[in-house]
Each structure stands twice: as C-alpha cells, then as structure tokens.
C-alpha cells in the first residue's frame, strides 16, 4: 500500500520548500522578537503606553493569524495612497505580507512571555546591582534581561515550534513553501496519507532540532545545581 | 458517521451497484454554484446562470424532469461516479485527463483561456493580442508563445489552483513566469486589482465578468486568445462512461439548442458574449 | 476612505451583509463547540493512556502528542478533508460500494481541529490529574464512598477545577483554528468575509469586521470560562 518510490519523489520536492519555510520562520522570530521586547518594557509604563500593548495583545491574540494574514494582505492593498507610498515595494510581495503578520503575531504572544519573565527577576538582584552602581541601561542589560530571558525561554521555545507551524499558512497567500507544495501534490495525486506523512516527518524533524537547542541554551543559562 | 455515506451504502447493498435504469424520465444534475456568469448562489440561496438556464431548456427538449443541485468543486468528478448525481453542469472543460475518468456530451459553451492585465500595468497589447491560437497546432502553438515567454520572464501571473489554466501555465511558461496560484479567482482579481501581480490567465467569460462590475473597469485582454491542448475545446456536460444513451440524449439537446439559436442567446444573456462552440 | 456606503455593507440592510456574518459567526461557534467536545473527550482518552494505560497505550498518546503538536494545523485539516474522503472510499468499497464518498467540510474539520485540540487537551487533563492528590481518593474510600461517587464528588470536581483554566486556553485556540476550515470551502466566519470582501472588493473593511466578531466571540466566551472558574473555585479560598 505504501510506495517508497512516491515517499522519496514527494520528500524530494517538499524539501524544496525548506529554505522559505526556514527564512519565513528566521525572520519573523526575530523581529517580532524584538517587538516583543519593546512591548514588555512599554507594558512596564504607566499609562498611555502600558494601554496601548494590553489593546495590542488582546487584538493579536484574541483573533485568528490567517485573519490577521489577511487583512494585511488584501486589506491594506486596497488603499491607493498605500500603493503609491515607499511601502508598496515590501508589502506588493506575498514574502513580505506573511513576514509582518507573523512577526506582529508572534510579538503579542512573546512579549507576554517576556513580561513573565521580567516579573520573575527577585528584586532582591536589582536592587544589589543598584548598589553596586550600575547605571540604569547597564543594571537592564547585565542583571535583568539575562535572567529574565533564563526564566522565559522554556515558554518562547514553545514559541519558535509554534511559529514555525504558523509559516504555513503563508501557503494561502500563494507561497510556496512546505505545506504550499503539500497541497499541490495533494491535488495532483490525491494521495493526502502518504504526503502528510512526509509533510509532517520535515516539521518534526525541523521542530525537535528547535527543541533540542532551546533545551541546550537553557543549560547553558541554568546555575549550576 | 457521515449520514449521505451510510445512505448510499445502504441503497447500494439494497439495489446492488450495477442495477440501472435505461430511460431517463428524472435527471440529477450538479453544478458548482460558484461560478458567475456560468453557475451561482443569489443572495436568498437559489442557483442562477447561464448552466442553470441551459439545463432548463435541454432538460424539456428530452422532457425529463431536471434537478439541479451545488457541490464543491473538490468533490465533484468523484461524486459523479459514486452515483451521487447523472450529470455535471459546471463549466466543466473537455480535456484528455477527466476523459480517462468520465464522458462528456458535446460541448455548449467554448470559452478561450486570455492573459488579462490592467491598464497603464505595462503589459497591454501584447504580441498576438486579438488572434486565436489553437494549441493543437504544435507550429502555430511555438510561435505564438516563443515571444510571449520573452514578454512574460519574471512577471507576476495568477491562476486559480487545479484549473487547465494552472496546467498551461506550467507546461509552457514555468521558470519563466512567477506564477501564483490562488484558490478562488476572486482573490486573482483583487490582486490584478491591486497591482500586486501583472497579470492573470483565466477563462475569457469569467475575465469579461470581472471587467463588467465597477472595479474591475480598467483590465483588457492581452496577447492571443488560446484554445485546444491542454486547455481542451470547451465545457461539455460531464457524465459516466456507463450511461451512453443518457449522453446521446444531451448530445442530441445541445445540438438542437445550437441549431434554433437558444445557446448563443443564452451566452449573449450570461456572457455579454456569443461563446457557442464552433461545431 | 471608507464613507457610509462602505458602513452600510456590513449592516443588516438590502445591501448589507450583516445577517450572512451573523449566521457563518453562528457556523464559527457551532464547530469549535463540535470540535472542542470530541477534543475533550479524546484528550481524557489521552490522558488516561499516559497515567495508567500500560505500555503501549501510553507509548501510543505520546506520539500522537509529539506529532500534533509539532505538525502544522493547515496540514492536518488537509488530511482530514482530502484524507477522509480516500478512507471513507476505500472502506466503502471493500463493503462493495464502488465510488467516492465525501467527508463534508463541516465533519472534516471538525474532526481535524478536535484532534489537534486533543493532544493539548491532553496535556491539560493529565496535569490537572496529578494535581489532585492520591490521598483525597483513599480518604474518600474509607469514608465508605463507592468508587463512582469518589470519582463523582470527590476527584471530579477538584480536576475540573486544576484543569479549567488550561481548557479555557484550550477553547480560544479551537475558535481560532476554526478560521482554517474556511480552505474546506465550510461558509464559517471567515469564509463568509472573505466572499464579502472579494464580491464587494472592500477588503479592509470585511477583514476588520471579521477579526472584531473573532474578538466577541473569545472575549464573551472568554468570560464564560472565568465565571465557570471562580465557580470551581467557590469556598476554596476562603477555606485555607
């Protein structure tokens, strides 16, 4: 029943969309990691700007992605003024639109992570920095981000596994990426067992060599016990 | 459990899969329903078009009593086979590959596949443009499409996914084209729209629909209009090889509708254009 | 930009769209309640298997675990739609119905959103299972209580109560994954706005609307669970 001349030939072309998957995934972990971390510390802020991240995560996080991939890529190319404006360039390409609702996605969810774990540093240790006379960006950068960062990745790991599932739906905006040329074997073959089994077998691959280094970092960063 | 499975697998342990009648006084036929000018849903639900149309008139020239039901595009060869519905009335293009798996009728409507573009996009006028190509004709095929793969080298162009359309485009334009495929030809048209990709390739009677609502005002045709090949020489009702005497009576229907003008008056009513296959 | 015509199409008037959104918003919650029960149930299955269902069991709910979880949802809801019909074929013709039989969109994706669900739902019940101490169950039988009733009045409800905020969390991912059903062509929320958005070519607008209805639904549904928490958690607190 199973055909290993077919599982070969269909791992060889979904393997072709392993580059786009992995650099649609990068870049979007990346920057919207860095969003996160702007928006824990704003959510730190009183007022305005603390009102503004809670209202940024409750929009992110209490609507679907694809409705988010949507609306950025129809919605916001229905606009002339936005078609004529030095944006255009990015946001005309597929590539592009995917990377900025994933990254705005995964920034409302990881900068919740983030807040967890700035919460989480003793104030007892900013307090002995403070003594020790570090200025406020140094206190910041030595003291707190490294144990905040020890005591969320275990949480952002899960993160990374589940953005790098999200690239996905980057398929329904005509990339071709892994689960984008699944689909097209799919409606060529009618085959859905035997390329969902390959299909899957690269995300699991990818995903366990994720979590097996996020498991190693978090060694590295763990006192020693 | 799927209630319609556990139905037709009684029905079929009841009746016994080959049992078939030989006169056909009730005809099942399906349509996709979301597919304008050709099938669609209005508004309070009830199917419209040019099919739905078509099959009124073909059903009381072989007076049987004819309905008409939706189903997904996903499903809708398998359904027929499965017994699920006689017929299918879906803009169903005749081509080599579905000929393996069902019959056709003669074809009703023969709607050439077009590049469309928008104008002041770049892509207006190109080589070829208002001529027919008949892809059967491999010498007449190569030089229509040599230039037009010069033209066409790095544009952006979209299909809707699984159509002869996205076949054509792979067999003669890939690695030449950046095709997108989409999966509804809504989105093709609000990207064209947007000017997110250069230009699409689609049926002419669905683009012609697309140019006649407000938005869609500035797309024309471009390049040659193609025909035969892979695209195949037009929409025929589609049918299981094992009712013969069922395909005789559309033939014989459609052939009638043709000869009394009823089907170019439909086309011109549905289409805006007279799409009556040359017979 | 968008002037009160605009605002009119998602109205409830002759050219509004109001009563279709109204309706697929309706299709949205009535597949995740589908897909969320069956979630429930194969996640208590789960559950049990890796508590106390022997070797095989428990090795067989760790890999469904590993895989769903690690799977894209797209790819799941594609084996389930295109996947299901081959199965339901196949079986139907080994009982000698020759042909194709479909797996609806709605049943599909119910059932693909309910097992990728499960796998989470597992990992919910089983923590909440061990947070509930093996002595309750012991005192509950030498206070003479059959087996059924400790399971009934003493375990249930303190489960319940450890795995309720886990399975609210576990809800507002269904409703969200619900949106990938709409590639089976099922007319839910997000089905129906992207016709809107296509046919009426405002996009921004029937996105915008879209994602709001998503936001009343987790956010009331939402609610929902925090009430159904506080309830568990009546004369709890003040029992320290």
Same mark, same amino acid.
Request: hydrophobic fraction near 40%.
């Given at each position: 029943m199973i055909d290993p001349a077919f599982l070969t030939d269909t791992i060889g072309q979904l393997l072709g969309g392993l580059p786009l998957t992995l650099s649609l995934s990068a870049i979007s972990i990346l920057a919207g990691g860095v969003l996160a971390l702007a928006l824990a510390l704003l959510r730190r802020s009183s007022g305005i700007g603390s009102l503004f991240v809670r209202a940024y995560v409750f929009v992110f996080r209490g609507s679907p992605l694809l409705v988010q991939i949507f609306l950025i890529y129809y919605g916001l190319s229905q606009f002339p003024a936005l078609r004529h404006s030095v944006l255009w360039p990015f946001l005309r390409q597929p590539y592009w639109c995917a990377v900025l609702a994933l990254a705005l996605n995964t920034a409302a969810y990881a900068s919740e992570i983030i807040r967890g774990g700035l919460i989480a540093v003793p104030s007892g240790m900013i307090e002995a920095g403070r003594a020790l006379g570090l200025s406020p960006f140094r206190l910041f950068r030595l003291i707190v981000l490294p144990l905040a960062v020890r005591q969320a990745l275990p949480a952002y790991g899960n993160e990374i596994v589940i953005m790098v599932k999200s690239t996905?739906?980057?398929?329904?905006?005509?990339l071709m990426e892994i689960t984008g040329i699944a689909h097209q074997i799919i409606g060529d073959t009618f085959r859905s067992f035997e390329v969902f089994l390959c299909a899957g077998a690269i995300y699991l691959a990818l995903n366990s060599l994720i979590a097996r280094g996020v498991w190693l970092i978090e060694r590295r960063l763990s006192p020693i016990v | 459990m799927n209630a319609k499975f556990a139905c037709s697998l009684a029905l079929a342990l009841l009746l016994g899969v080959s049992a078939q009648a030989k006169d056909w006084p009730k005809i099942k036929i399906a349509t996709?329903?979301?597919?304008?000018?050709y099938n669609m849903q209005n508004a309070d639900g009830k199917l419209a078009g040019f099919e739905i149309d078509l099959a009124a008139d073909l059903c009381k020239r072989m007076k049987a009593e004819c309905e008409v039901v939706a189903q997904d595009w996903d499903g809708i060869l398998p359904g027929l086979n499965a017994g699920k519905y006689d017929a299918i009335m879906a803009a169903l293009s005749i081509t080599p590959k579905r000929m393996e798996v069902i019959a056709f009728s003669v074809p009703y409507v023969s709607s050439p596949t077009v590049l469309a573009t928008t104008k *002041?996009? $770049?892509?207006?006028?190109?080589? *070829?443009? $208002?001529t027919r190509i008949n892809l059967d004709d491999d010498a007449a095929a190569r030089a229509a499409i040599e230039p037009l793969r010069a033209k066409l080298k790095g544009k952006a162009i979209g299909v809707q996914v699984s159509t002869i359309q996205a076949d054509f485009m792979n067999s003669y334009f890939k690695g030449v084209a950046d095709v997108r495929v989409y999966k509804t030809a809504e989105e093709f048209n609000l990207d064209l729209e947007a000017g997110r990709i250069d230009a699409i390739l689609a049926a002419a009677a669905n683009v012609k629909a697309a140019m006649d609502t407000p938005q869609g005002k500035d797309i024309v045709f471009t390049g040659p209009a193609f025909g035969g090949g892979p695209i195949g020489i037009g929409s025929g009702v589609g049918l299981r090889k094992s009712d013969p005497e069922l395909k005789g009576m559309f033939d014989t229907a459609i052939k009638a509708a043709t000869a009394d003008g009823t089907l170019a008056r439909l086309s011109n009513q549905w289409f805006k254009l007279d799409l009556t296959p040359p017979s | 930009m968008m002037g009160l015509p605009s605002l009119a199409l998602t109205g409830?008037?002759?050219?509004?769209w109001g009563a279709q959104l109204l309706w697929a918003a309706g299709m949205t919650v009535a597949v995740s309640v589908t897909a969320f029960a069956i979630g429930l149930a194969i996640g208590g299955l789960g559950a049990w298997a890796k508590l106390s269902g022997g070797r095989v069991a428990g090795w067989l709910a760790t890999a469904y675990t590993t895989v769903l979880r690690g799977v894209p949802d797209l790819l799941v809801i594609y084996l389930f739609y295109f996947g299901g019909s081959q199965v339901l074929t196949s079986i139907g013709r080994w009982m000698g119905h020759d042909g194709f039989v479909g797996l609806n969109g709605f049943t599909a994706g119910a059932l693909a959103v309910a097992v990728v669900s499960g796998a989470y739902q597992t990992e919910v019940i089983r923590g909440a299972v061990g947070a509930v101490s093996r002595g309750q169950g012991e005192a509950g039988r030498t206070l003479g209580l059959s087996r059924w009733r400790v399971l009934r009045h003493v375990l249930a409800p303190q489960i319940l109560r450890a795995a309720l905020p886990g399975m609210g969390n576990v809800w507002q991912l269904v409703v969200k994954e619900s949106?990938?059903?709409s590639v089976t062509g099922l007319v839910e929320l997000l089905r129906q706005v992207s016709v809107a958005a296509g046919s009426t070519r405002e996009p921004f607008l029937f996105y915008v609307t879209g994602a709001a209805l998503y936001l009343v639904i987790t956010s009331m549904s939402g609610a929902l669970f925090q009430a159904a928490e506080r309830h568990s958690r009546r004369g709890w607190t003040a029992a320290r």
């Open positions: 996905a739906l980057a398929s329904i905006i005509t | 996709e329903g979301a597919f304008p000018p *002041g996009g $770049g892509m207006e006028n190109l080589p *070829g443009t $208002g | 409830f008037g002759p050219t509004g949106a990938l059903i």
